[in-house]
């Protein structure tokens, strides 16, 4: 009996613990699901004023280079291809033939076009004698000469055909695409292959309002490259746009003839505007979402505040400010990535 009551005992005990170790548990796991308010933590972060500095008339814009030209080949008549001498990579020039038709059958036509061309010469040459002598008649005489006449138009025709047989590149270039070979049969627009402008370049920049004013067409502008950053290239502008997009930007080209960089290729286009001013300025990097939604965090005492700004020219690590801020005003350049409108922040030395 005593020994049942031990048991017993025994298992009450461990019953017991069991049960505070679950509850102790049980209040440590609802400790930590309690939500800790951060807004009142402050945020480090690095800020700097926005000054008026010297702009010494000299913009660099981002680019891309884009193709100048490209063209295909084709044929205006068909038939089958008897020579093509192009591979992809094939290097061609304007106006270069790189192939023809079969022409055999057109060649035959106009050896006998001309062999009856000859004999129509000798029969007008024959009536027109016997018409002077009183021993022909004018008809047969017009008659001979609208023989030749057609005999000619018909031999003109067959060496034009002989001619449009023939496949012409339009361009200076390279051949990046060849759709047919020799041996196969061509339709009339038929694409044989395709040629790109590999040397004469275009660098496609948009402008803002405040500089397209001062660009020209043929003024230069330098052109420079991450993959050769020793070298600089030279562009002139050979078109701007009468039109704005929504951002008040102005599309603007340069042609760039160079072997040196491809279609595609990132550049960094610098035009000198000739003109010194001071403007309002803020590092780049204080931009939260860059200059397509511009806007920062201004510093108000102890909080960060959201605001939204007008911005001009990218000069160098700085971006100009139209509107949205005042010489002095404290911008966040780190940290905005911890902020929303109104935390509180501790600004970093």
């Known amino acids: 009996m005593k020994k049942t009551?031990?048991?017993i005992l025994s298992v009450l005990a461990v019953g017991g613990f069991i049960g505070f170790t679950l509850a102790?548990?049980?209040?440590?796991?609802?400790?930590?699901?309690?939500?800790?308010?951060?807004?009142?933590?402050?945020?480090?972060?690095?800020?700097?004023?926005?000054?008026?500095?010297?702009?010494?008339?000299?913009?660099?814009?981002?680019a891309n280079l884009e193709l100048n030209n490209e063209a295909t080949i084709a044929i205006g008549i068909q038939g089958k291809i008897e020579k093509l001498g192009i591979e992809v990579g094939s290097r061609v020039a304007k106006g270069q033939v790189v192939g023809h038709l079969d022409s055999k059958l057109k060649l035959i036509n106009l050896k006998a076009n001309e062999l009856t061309l000859s004999k129509l010469e000798k029969d007008l040459q024959r009536n027109?004698?016997?018409?002077?002598?009183?021993?022909?008649?004018?008809?047969?005489?017009?008659?001979?000469k609208y023989d030749v006449e057609n005999?000619?138009?018909?031999?003109?025709?067959?060496?034009?055909?002989?001619?449009?047989?023939?496949?012409?590149?339009?361009?200076?270039?390279?051949?990046?695409?060849?759709?047919?070979?020799a041996?196969?049969?061509?339709s009339p627009g038929t694409v044989i292959a395709t040629v790109v402008d590999d040397v004469h370049l275009k660098a496609v920049v948009f402008v803002n309002e405040k500089d397209v004013y001062q660009l020209k067409l043929?003024?230069?502008?330098?052109?420079?490259?991450?993959?050769?950053?020793?070298k600089n290239f030279v562009g002139h502008v050979r078109f701007i746009s009468p039109k704005g997009d929504e951002n008040h930007n102005y599309r603007v080209e340069l042609q760039l003839n160079t072997n040196q960089l491809r279609a595609g290729t990132y550049v960094m286009v610098g035009f000198d505007?000739?003109?010194?001013?001071?403007?309002?300025?803020?590092?780049?990097?204080?931009l939260v979402e860059g200059t397509k939604n511009p806007y920062v965090y201004v510093v108000d005492g102890n909080v960060a505040k959201i605001q939204k700004l007008t911005v001009g020219r990218e000069i160098g690590e700085?971006?100009?400010?139209?509107?949205?801020?005042?010489?002095?005003?404290?911008?966040?350049t780190s940290g905005q990535i911890n902020l929303t409108d109104g935390s509180k922040i501790s600004k970093t030395k």
């Open 273 to 286: 505007l000739g003109r010194k001013t001071s403007v309002l300025q803020i590092p780049k990097l204080a």
């Open 218 to 230: 043929g003024q230069v502008a330098s052109i420079n490259s991450d993959v050769f950053p020793s």
């Open 151 to 181: 005999t000619r138009i018909q031999i003109e025709q067959v060496k034009q055909q002989i001619t449009d047989g023939n496949i012409i590149s339009p361009i200076s270039g390279i051949v990046t695409s060849r759709k047919l070979m």
């Open 318 to 332: 700085n971006i100009e400010v139209i509107s949205g801020l005042q010489a002095g005003q404290e911008v966040v």
């Open 183 to 186: 041996g196969e049969f061509a």
């Open 5 to 7: 009551f031990i048991i």
């Open 24 to 62: 102790k548990n049980k209040k440590k796991i609802e400790a930590n699901k309690v939500v800790v308010d951060r807004s009142i933590i402050p945020v480090a972060v690095a800020t700097t004023k926005a000054e008026y500095q010297l702009f010494d008339g000299k913009v660099s814009l981002p």
């Open 128 to 144: 027109t004698e016997l018409f002077k002598g009183n021993a022909g008649t004018e008809l047969s005489v017009t008659n001979s």
